[in-house]
């Protein structure tokens, strides 16, 4: 069954330094997400992106986020400048039409 | 401003019990609710969904129940098993005409806990 793969696992970081998460989303889909989680919290959106531009983003994407999709198949979510308050899962998601699918996450600890 | 408001924040049910959850939204644009079911370390996974054209969807052991025009909705897990043990969310979005990016707004989180 396809599924959406992230990379690394698990990021520690240097506060101040710049982290780059990737993820694989299903071959055929055509809109891509990114989510995050604070432990213990809700899901949350940071940003969409379809047809190789930001479709939205929330107030949490600000500037020290970007995100891309380098080589169609690949999406990555980079943080320029990293904080403390960046620690969180971060949730790759994609969709083609309606359902969405997550993959298994990145841990990215900031210390 | 919390779009979608979920309870309880925890569950506890007996084995073969039912396990009900509930979720209530704020802006009538919503048109699609899945329910996604989380297990520690891993990403949400879909369960189930629903559009509002209908007031109840059953698959297997769960069940959404659709309110429109109170702007709620529910799961229900049937003869619930200790392997359901999990933390659900409840989520929401608009997918009118199944066009465009239209963001999931998650509910906080039901931690589920099924007893033996």
């Known amino acids: 069954e396809p599924e959406v793969t992230q990379t690394p696992s698990h990021q520690v970081t240097q506060m101040g330094q710049e982290v780059i998460l990737r993820c694989v989303p299903i071959?055929?889909?055509?809109?891509f997400y990114w989510y995050r989680q604070i432990l213990g919290q809700k899901v949350e959106f940071l940003v969409s992106f379809y047809n190789n531009e930001i479709s939205e983003k929330s107030e949490i994407f600000d500037d020290q986020f970007s995100v891309e999709r380098p080589d169609g198949s690949n999406f990555t979510l980079k943080i320029r400048s990293t904080k403390l308050e960046d620690s969180a899962m971060y949730f790759c998601?994609?969709?083609?039409?309606?359902?969405?699918?997550f993959g298994q996450g990145t841990r990215l600890t900031v210390v | 401003q919390q779009q979608v408001k979920q309870s309880p924040q925890s569950l506890i049910v007996q084995k073969g019990g039912i396990s009900i959850i509930n979720c209530a939204y704020e802006?009538?644009?919503?048109?699609?609710f899945p329910w996604y079911q989380q297990f520690p370390g891993k990403g949400p996974a879909l369960l189930i969904a629903i559009r509002p054209d209908v007031s109840e969807k059953k698959e297997g052991r769960f069940t959404i129940s659709f309110n429109k025009s109170a702007k709620q909705f529910s799961l229900h897990i049937m003869d619930s098993q200790p392997g359901d043990s999990a933390t659900y969310f409840c989520a929401a979005s608009k997918n009118r005409d199944q066009t465009g990016a239209n963001n999931l707004f998650f509910g906080t989180g039901t931690r589920l806990t099924v007893i033996p």
């Open positions: 998601a994609s969709k083609r039409v309606i359902e969405a699918f």
């Open positions: 071959s055929n889909h055509l809109y």
């Open positions: 802006n009538t644009a919503f048109d699609y």
